[in-house]
């Protein structure tokens, strides 16, 4: 005798389907991994960038003293990174060429060279004059080793200014000086050559009845 299996309406429940699902906090970690991995990178490649955002300058081995020549036997190359380009150009930079340049004031052992502390020989050979200018005269960031034309410009209305020297050297200046009646004065000292020498008493009589004014040069 054969069984024969009944069939009828309900059969059994049929196993749901497998389907791949994704993990959607998986997708989430995978993102935020990517995300770090640039930022890494491109902390990376601004951190190389800047590796070599330095400017090499000059810095004294031992104290140098006024007058004497600049070589390398007395300095020493730094690389140092300034905040501003201002302040970069204020340094004697190594590529400059030392001939020929002497101490034009006194510089510390280890101290950066500064450019105005770097001139020529030949203005140490030069006469001194001293000249008491009005802040409204002369460029405010006016600073030792500046080229300047030097005019008077007379105190009588309708007076036409006169130049007294072209091309001098400024060798000192001091800081702001009689603050009075809401004016400043600057005690600055030219170097004045040899055929400068001539026009001194001319330009004094015109100092005396003017007011002297400081014109940069480029250079």
Do not use: C
């Amino acid at each position: 005798m054969v069984d024969t299996a009944v069939r009828s309406g309900f059969g059994a429940p049929a196993a749901p389907a497998q389907r791949n699902r994704k993990a959607r906090w998986k997708d989430g970690r995978l993102v935020l991994g990517v995300l770090l991995v640039a930022i890494t990178a491109l902390a990376g490649a601004k951190l190389l960038s800047s590796a070599d955002d330095t400017t090499t300058i000059w810095a004294a081995k031992h104290e140098l003293k006024l007058g004497t020549p600049l070589t390398t036997d007395d300095l020493t190359t730094v690389r140092v990174r300034f905040t501003s380009s201002d302040d970069s150009q204020r340094y004697l930079s190594a590529d400059a060429a030392l001939e020929g340049l002497v101490v034009g004031r006194t510089v510390g052992p280890g101290e950066f060279v500064p450019k105005d502390a770097a001139v020529p020989a030949s203005d140490r050979d030069r006469t001194e004059m001293p000249l008491s200018v009005a802040t409204g005269h002369l460029p405010s960031d006016t600073a030792v080793g500046d080229l300047v034309d030097v005019w008077v410009v007379p105190k009588a209305e309708g007076q036409p200014a006169r130049p007294l020297w072209s091309s001098v050297r400024v060798l000192q200046i001091d800081s702001l000086k009689g603050v009075a009646g809401g004016s400043a004065r600057r005690q600055i000292t030219v170097g004045l050559t040899q055929s400068d020498l001539p026009r001194i008493p001319s330009a004094l009589t015109a100092i005396s009845a003017g007011e002297p004014t400081l014109v940069r040069k480029a250079g």
